[in-house]
């Protein structure tokens, strides 16, 4: 079983500001969260992964609170290509990814 | 990001053939390599983990007879799927464990679709 629930779908505008919050209330010392974007018939994109606080990169940040129960996706000023599903995982070293359904974004015009 | 390679992107096959889907790391060397498999509008299933130089340890419910993975080097790993049938169609992505030290990150290749008719 994934470690992590995530919203099914979420609709959003482009030009928006998307969040989208993924709960793991059993995630382990030494897990980390990492979110992947996927297209149709695409393998996986890495977006960006964190173990606490706040990190940002070019294309989104993540936040992950002090007690690591959530964390949250923020995509900036998103556009139609930003459609897609996204996942969230927590995981360890060395340790198998385990998928939940994901969250399917529409970014509508 | 690193990036990962597949070949064929797609595949069409008859039933009882078996179809070879390679795997590599362009740019980074992976000991460990995922296979899964994903139908459409669902989420990706974990087939097996290939460690390069030893036997992949398969999922619950996969067989290993007909899908033969090989690691043979440390940028490519090989799924057959061997006499195929077409409940074996369905879209497979590979992906390679790239870090080291106390994170690690997989980046996925693009994915191969086999259709098995």
């Known amino acids: 079983l994934a470690k992590t629930t995530q919203p099914i779908s979420m609709d959003s505008y482009e030009g928006q500001e998307v969040n989208i919050t993924c709960s793991h209330n059993n995630i382990a010392t030494n897990d980390y969260i990492t979110w992947y974007q996927q297209f149709p018939s695409q393998g996986p994109r890495f977006i960006i992964q964190g173990y606490k606080t706040k990190v940002t990169n070019e294309v989104a940040s993540l936040f992950i609170p002090a007690d690591r129960k959530s964390s949250t996706l923020s995509l900036p000023r998103v556009s139609l290509s930003d459609t897609a599903v996204y996942y969230c995982?927590?995981?360890?070293?060395?340790?198998?990814?385990?998928f939940g359904p994901g969250t399917r974004l529409s970014v509508l015009p | 990001g690193a990036v990962v390679s597949q070949h064929p992107s797609r595949v069409i096959c008859k039933s009882g053939t078996s179809v070879k889907i390679e795997c590599r790391s362009l740019?980074?060397?992976?000991?460990?390599m995922f296979w899964y498999r994903q139908f459409p509008k669902k989420s990706l299933m974990l087939m097996a983990t290939?460690?390069?130089?030893?036997?992949?340890?398969?999922e619950q419910g996969v067989e290993k007879d007909k899908f033969l993975i090989n690691h043979a080097s440390l940028t490519l790993s090989t799924l057959t799927v061997t006499s195929a049938h077409p409940e074996d169609s369905s879209f497979y992505i590979c992906s390679g464990l790239a870090g080291g030290g106390s994170t690690d990150t997989q980046y996925f290749g693009p994915g191969t679709r086999l259709t098995v008719l």
């Open positions: 740019d980074f060397q992976a000991t460990t």
């Open positions: 995982l927590a995981h360890n070293y060395g340790q198998n990814f385990v």
């Open positions: 290939s460690n390069e130089g030893s036997k992949a340890t398969y």
